[in-house]
């Protein structure tokens, strides 16, 4: 047997288990709860190893170099510390930050900020920090600096990081951000390596130094009750014991568990009757994480993770008087409701899109959700040797769906409070364990494809294999390959197997619209509403990708959730790649509930093949809620060659009791310069303005723009944003822009983007603020659209377009924009997009009835006609008429031939002259039919014309 399977068998936990069958997750619905193991091991340590794990564990640390190397690290992490400790036993742990003269019980905040502590207990208690925002310029010190036994009214002391020299100063606590509960977070983790320590080794000097920390710091827990909010306000329903955030326990919370299971038989000998002391402590510490923070997100689950360590070191309900032990806060987590915690099968049901298992959290946010699930998993896979997965099929597609995130480059989207990124491979590890220890063949393949696959896709990108995530010190140590069966000869795939051309995940508010998947040449365009948890207001936000790096980047959360720039910038209108409304377009941000709805797309979501691969497009609908505007963006991808082509913008709004003002449209891109042209390719006359504040009625975010600059004009304009890259190439996004009477264009510096600063990039390049072009639209701008073209190009490669200009077709009462672009290697491209499917439009004898069509044509030979939720499209002899409205369709001229495709069924037209005998032949699906035509005598020749079902892309045989 492979020796890290037989390994990780060894350290599950050897149990008798009684389960019922599992409908168990899903049963919850039908009040059927998931049944817990009738046995429980009643030794310690249980949390990570068990006694007769250590010897094989011990035993590894000595045989294995990179576990004995880890051994050595985490002694000399400490050891400094812990000889002290053998001179001054109080040394270390006179350093923690408590009451120590004062023993308040009591904690008082207002709001996210400390205010006072009173009452008073029979031993020193834990100090409560000083506020619930991390920004402050006042650092903890390193522990040998810091003053022992400090409870001084001056407050705390503490490194001034704002001046020459960081000195030490007094500082009053409100005014200390997190750096109290840092300080104890510290020394608790010194604490729990040295429990470790002492568990591989037998070194009572470890356990010493342990007991010290642990035993003083829990006695004082002991005796200290939440806080109170003076304002009696949220805060009071999120503060945990030690922190102003029950999620923010995490950390120390796996050390107090950690140290308490590993030390067990130790303090039994040492401080018995300590023992319900800290029990007593850790079942206060269960009841506030249930009872504190927010049911419906990401807290839940970090909260369910807190509780499930604390069960796990707890004896069995029937060691407490209440009843309240291991069985119970399990059960309680798993199958219990609340206010303020949910059971995970609700959190499951709520959280998750089960169509397409996308979580509706921002992908910051929701990635790590993800990881959280998979690790419950594993918890009960290493602890009862019992598989949940069943339980949670939804996480068996979210695994996989994660990748629909990704940019080209392997970075994934950043909207809402994001940070680009790269997927974590430990959700795929920790189910591929899972299905080899319960021996799910189909489930090994599909899981090690798809690690593999993504593994080899951020080699590809440029990123180093990962390693995977330790739960654990235990896990850690285990530093064997990683689990996978030695038979195991799959092959990574693609990674186009995991990401579509279209994916629409409504439940969140998110589509991306892909052509191609080239880490340089792809294109992408990522569009974000605002709908579900850690959204901003930003209406129909905009991503958009280029030549190796998102280019048009979301913005980021700002310094921090609690400062100013977070509330009046980042997380409002101005601060994205969007529409704002007479100035004032706002709403609720963080938890928010104002998605856009998907209309028309091409392909369909989730298509992975036999589509017209040269157009996509998406087009979507908002209601912007402050104004009661209408709005409406149709985003389109047009390939021009394998490493050129260019998206196309058409966003539409306007209020609908017709009081418009203004709309703002903003272009943030990145750069180091930004060049606006007129449409003949001179310099633009801009003026400095002062326009654009919160003076002027606006959003304060108005007045994060610096450096600006305007110009009223109705020409179409142009603009180019240059990036130059330490070292690398110049990237360069050019823009061309339709203009409009009553149009006014600023060029102006935004704020950087804080969502690009994990993407490796030079600092001088993520600090940048970012170029911004704004385009003011008097009145409505509903008939008269933002309608920008966008291409991608570095200097050494330029842009592939060569003119743009725009037409005004035909139309009916429908808005129709009109666009003629032409390209370097003599094509042209005529695009009509429809403000609906209704549209109808012609020009020179080219026309298009629908919401998107595209025409191009190289001399005077057609490439392709493309029809995007219409009804008819044509050009000269050529044309495709549907016989229901909203279809699809294309015809396309390629090097062997012509090719076909349309999602419902058409009326094909085509020139006598390339029709041979009124035949053709489609073949699809490896099926041939043949379809006869019928010959139409028009003032234009003689055309035929072919009733066609709906068929995926294929080649058309005469």
Sequence with gaps: MNQTILLFRLLAFSVKTVLLPLGSLLAVATAQPIQLPADFSQQHPRLEVTNTQLPRLKAWTLQNETARKTVSRMRESIDNYVTRCQADSSWMLSRLQMYWKTRHTEVYIKGGVFDHAEGEAPVPTVRFPGARDHITPYGAPKPEDLLPYADDPRGVYLVNRSKPGAPMEWVEVAKTGRAIESVNTQLMGFAHTAAWLYRLTDDDKYARFAFGLFDTYMTGMHYRETPHDLTHGHH?????????????????????????????QYLQQRSPRQIEVYTAVFKKWAEVQINHGVAFNNWNLIEARNVLNIAAVLEDNRAYPDGKGRQYYISNILNTDSERQWSLYKLLQQGYDSTTGIWNECPGYSLNVLADFTGVVQRFDKQFQHDLLPDMPVLEKAVPAAAQYLFPNGFFSAFGD??????????ARQLLANAQLHRKPQQIAAFSRYLKTLEAFNRHTGEAATPEKKEGIAATLLVEEPVTATTDTTQPGSITAYVTPVFSAPKVSYLALRNGFDP????????????????????????????????????????SYFQPDYGEYYSQFPAHNTVAVDGISAYPVMKSNHGFELLHSYPASGVKAGFFPLVSFASVAFLEPETQARQNRLLGIVRTSDTTGYYIDVFRSARQDGKDKMHDYFYHSMGQQLTVLDSAGAPLNLQPTERLTFAGGHLSAYDYFWDKKSVVTDKDIQAQFQLTMPNGPELQMHMWMKGEP???????????????DRMGLPQSVATLPLPTIIARQTGAAWNKPFTVVLEPATAGIPKDITAIQSFTPQTSSVAVTGLTINTRNGSTQWVFCGADSTATASYQQRWSNGVYGVIS????????LFMGSGSSIGSGAYSITAKQNNTAAALCKQSDGWYFAADKPVVLTLPLNSVTGNRLKLTADNTTREYTGKTLRTNGGIRVAFTLPAVTYSKIQF
Aim: no cysteine.
């Design 742 to 756: 009553n149009r006014e264009v600023f060029a102006v510096k935004a704020p950087p983007s804080k969502a690009i």
């Design 236 to 264: 009071e329903t999120i503060a945990g014991l030690a922190t102003f955030e029950v999620i923010q326990e995490a950390a120390l919370l796996t050390s107090l568990t950690g140290i308490y299971d590993l030390l067990y």
């Design 418 to 427: 994001s940070h680009y990124g790269r997927l974590s491979l430990t959700p």
């Design 857 to 864: 044509e190289q001399g005077n030979q057609l490439q392709y």
């Design 520 to 559: 340089v040449n792809g294109l992408m365009a990522a569009l974000s509403g605002s709908k579900g948890n850690h959204m901003h207001a930003g209406g129909i936000s905009m991503e958009l990708f280029g030549k190796g790096m998102v280019l048009a980047p979301e913005a980021g959360i700002g310094t």
